[in-house]
């Protein structure tokens, strides 16, 4: 692998990978912050910041203290470099949701990438399969690097 190519650049980061990364999730929250940490951009739209707190909220009603809930959430928002407003995209992910039958939760992600001209870093199979040519897996994205 070249890892000039897999340092750097402008990537859409879903809320599960960000997620996974700083709750620290078996399976998943090694690889998906070593994918942060390769990315120079974390880009997210800004609907990203009610989705999280949803995550941490979940992961909270486990038993987790407020205190550690939100020292976990006021972390991982500091860790985007930029949140795309949803003026900037909601017209593109509407139509992307009637068209392909999927949330715009989602199509958020994909239409934000198309904006910024990059991918979405997902877990989110459906996601991948609807879009591949917007999304790559955080797999892909440790093995090849990036390329739009």
């Known amino acids: 692998m070249d890892s000039g190519s897999a340092h750097g650049g402008t990537m859409i980061i879903d809320t599960m990978v960000m997620a996974y990364a700083v709750l620290g999730v078996p399976d998943f929250g090694q690889e998906s912050l070593e994918a942060l940490h390769k990315v120079d951009d974390i880009v997210a739209p800004v609907s990203v910041e009610a989705e999280l707190l949803n995550v941490i909220w979940q992961w909270g009603k486990r038993g987790v203290?407020?205190?550690?809930?939100?020292?976990?959430?006021?972390?991982?928002?500091?860790?985007?470099?930029?949140?795309?407003?949803?003026?900037?995209?909601?017209?593109?992910?509407?139509?992307?949701?009637?068209?392909?039958?999927?949330?715009p939760y989602d199509t958020l992600f994909v239409a934000t990438a198309r904006y910024c001209k990059t991918k979405v870093l997902t877990y989110d199979q459906r996601l991948l399969t609807l879009f591949p040519n917007d999304t790559t897996t955080v797999k892909d994205f440790l093995w090849r690097g990036f390329s739009k």
Do not use: C, F, K, M
């Not at 795309?84 to 139509?95: F, N, R, Y």
């Open 65 to 103: 203290s407020l205190e550690i809930a939100q020292a976990v959430y006021e972390n991982a928002s500091r860790l985007w470099t930029r949140l795309i407003p949803l003026e900037a995209v909601w017209h593109t992910a509407l139509d992307l949701a009637l068209r392909h039958g999927h949330s």
